[in-house]
């Protein structure tokens, strides 16, 4: 069983560092595919607490190799941060590798994202200003700069010169910001490469590889299929192909080789920054969500808008991904309601929605068509068999399971490892 993609299901933070994490103790190698450090994925390894925002959420294990892909959007200064904050926690990095292939993030990315969602006002996306829309939008427009490109200093500030030909003039003149230095870039860069030229390599051939070698290979996503630029509820999404189609492309790896699809479901929705979400609770409901469960961005810190469980997305996400099973996480923070809601459609003008209307003004403006199930009103945290879990409970994920059209597989009733629940 080589290949298997992790995808989150809904707007992100679904809990896939900790669903990662877990399964990879029977992987090989962990591979990160798309975004940036726009991620963040919460680990929690006995009383410590890690948050991986580039590197893989497999590399708590001495023996797994974990692999930056081509697809990945690298801010070269945050890798080394994150690198030498596992070591100084006696964490070895020696199996960690990072693609030639895959895009910098430039200093001059993080103004612009900024500067960006400035001039949108009212209307922004509310991004994590970590230039990952810039980086992707300059990969596209064949003016990024590569991992690769910092291994020859000469090329580098060849390519740096070129795109800040661009850059400069649109910050200077359409932001009214002060242009960026060539010189300080290359020197920054080129005491970042010395840090990382021993992780660079053709990452592609290397889990190809070992893929060959029938080696188990974790292709961990991050964010979620709504924030798909494809697949998303664009133009609220991130810059990349989060669905499971985008870990071929952004590992280099073909289909074939995939044996698993896991989507990851939180037992609520919740999203970071704007757009559309029909089933968010803006009232004491969505507070008490927020507050047990602790949704507070990871990497921003942000208040993440909380909402009732949406059975018209994991279809979508089933229908964009081909998930093989699920695994259903936070399920304890709904432990506090005598009742919960179950989305299982929308409304919109008298007609019903079962599947994710494809028109934007439907998304918006949609009015979510609930089911309502008993509560359980006890703490799971200390369960670890399906059978022990309370009746209500099991209905709920039963529920889930039967509008989804894809099997449970794990259940987690808390942030640590071993609070997780699996069924054959
Ligand atoms: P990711 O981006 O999908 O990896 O998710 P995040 O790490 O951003 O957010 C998930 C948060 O929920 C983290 O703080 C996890 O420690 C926590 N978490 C994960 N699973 C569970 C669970 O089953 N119950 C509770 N209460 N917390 C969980
Ligand atoms: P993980 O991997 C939740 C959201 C941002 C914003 C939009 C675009 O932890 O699930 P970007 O900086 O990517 O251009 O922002 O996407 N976003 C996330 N929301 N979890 C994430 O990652 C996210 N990464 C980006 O809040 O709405
Ligand atoms: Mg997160």
């Given at each position: 069983m080589p290949g298997i993609i992790l995808i989150g299901t809904q707007w992100g933070d679904e809990g896939k560092g900790k669903v990662t994490d877990l399964l990879a103790n029977d992987?090989?190698?962990?591979?990160?595919?798309?975004?940036?450090?726009?991620?963040?994925?919460?680990?929690?390894?006995?009383?410590?607490e890690f948050r991986f925002h580039l590197i893989p959420s497999g590399i708590l294990y001495s023996h797994i190799t974990c692999v930056i892909g081509n697809g990945v959007v690298v801010n070269p200064k945050v890798l080394i941060g994150e690198l030498d904050g596992l070591e100084a926690r006696g964490i070895s990095t020696d199996k960690f590798l990072v693609s030639c292939n895959a895009h910098l993030v430039m200093p001059y990315h993080l103004v612009l994202d900024g500067a960006r969602e400035l001039k949108l006002g009212k209307s922004e996306i509310g991004t994590t200003r970590k230039g990952i829309g810039p980086a992707y939008?300059?990969?596209?427009?064949?003016?990024?700069l590569r991992v690769q490109d910092m291994l020859d200093m000469k090329i580098f500030r060849k390519k740096l010169e070129a795109a800040l030909n661009e850059k400069n003039e649109i910050l200077t003149k359409i932001y009214g910001f002060k242009p960026f230095d060539a010189d300080k870039i290359v020197a920054d860069y080129g005491g970042y490469a010395e840090r990382l030229e021993k992780y660079i390599a053709d990452t592609s051939l290397v889990i190809n590889k070992a893929l060959d070698?029938?080696?188990?290979?974790?292709?961990?996503?991050?964010?979620?299929?709504?924030?798909?630029?494809?697949?998303?509820?664009?133009?609220?999404?991130?810059?990349?192909?989060?669905?499971?189609?985008?870990?071929?492309?952004?590992?280099?790896?073909?289909?074939?080789?995939?044996?698993?699809?896991?989507?990851?479901?939180?037992?609520?929705?919740?999203?970071?920054?704007?757009?559309?979400?029909?089933?968010?609770?803006?009232?004491?409901?969505?507070?008490?969500?927020?507050?047990?469960?602790?949704?507070y961005g990871t990497t921003t810190g942000r208040?993440?808008?909380?909402?009732?469980?949406?059975?018209?997305?994991?279809?979508?996400?089933?229908?964009?991904?081909?998930?093989?099973?699920?695994?259903?996480?936070?399920?304890?923070?709904?432990?506090?309601?005598?009742?919960?809601?179950?989305?299982?459609?929308?409304?919109?003008?008298?007609?019903?929605?079962?599947?994710?209307?494809?028109?934007?003004?439907?998304?918006?403006?949609?009015?979510?068509?609930?089911?309502?199930?008993?509560?359980?009103?006890?703490?799971?945290?200390?369960?670890?068999?399906?059978?022990?879990?309370?009746?209500?409970?099991?209905?709920?994920?039963?529920?889930?399971?039967?509008?989804?059209?894809?099997?449970?597989?794990?259940?987690?009733?808390?942030?640590?490892?071993?609070?997780?629940?699996?069924?054959?």
């Open positions: 992987m090989d190698m962990v591979v990160r595919y798309q975004g940036g450090d726009n991620a963040g994925h919460t680990v929690i390894d006995g009383n410590q939008s300059d990969k596209t427009s064949r003016i990024g070698e029938g080696k188990n290979v974790f292709f961990e996503g991050a964010q979620g299929t709504l924030l798909d630029i494809d697949h998303g509820t664009y133009p609220f999404v991130t810059s990349s192909s989060p669905v499971s189609g985008g870990a071929c492309v952004g590992a280099g790896v073909g289909p074939r080789r995939i044996d698993k699809v896991v989507g990851v479901v939180k037992a609520y929705v919740t999203r970071v920054g704007s757009g559309p979400f029909p089933t968010e609770l803006d009232n004491e409901t969505g507070d008490m969500i927020r507050e047990k469960g602790g949704e208040p993440r808008r909380c909402g009732w469980f949406d059975a018209v997305i994991l279809r979508y996400a089933n229908m964009v991904s081909g998930l093989t099973e699920i695994a259903v996480t936070k399920l304890d923070v709904l432990s506090q309601f005598e009742k919960i809601k179950i989305c299982v459609g929308y409304e919109y003008e008298g007609k019903m929605y079962d599947n994710f209307p494809s028109h934007q003004t439907v998304i918006h403006k949609c009015i979510p068509v609930y089911e309502e199930v008993d509560g359980w009103m006890e703490s799971l945290n200390d369960i670890t068999n399906y059978d022990d879990l309370p009746k209500a409970a099991q209905k709920y994920l039963a529920r889930i399971e039967k509008l989804g059209g894809v099997p449970i597989k794990m259940i987690s009733v808390g942030p640590k490892r071993r609070q997780i629940i699996f069924r054959d």
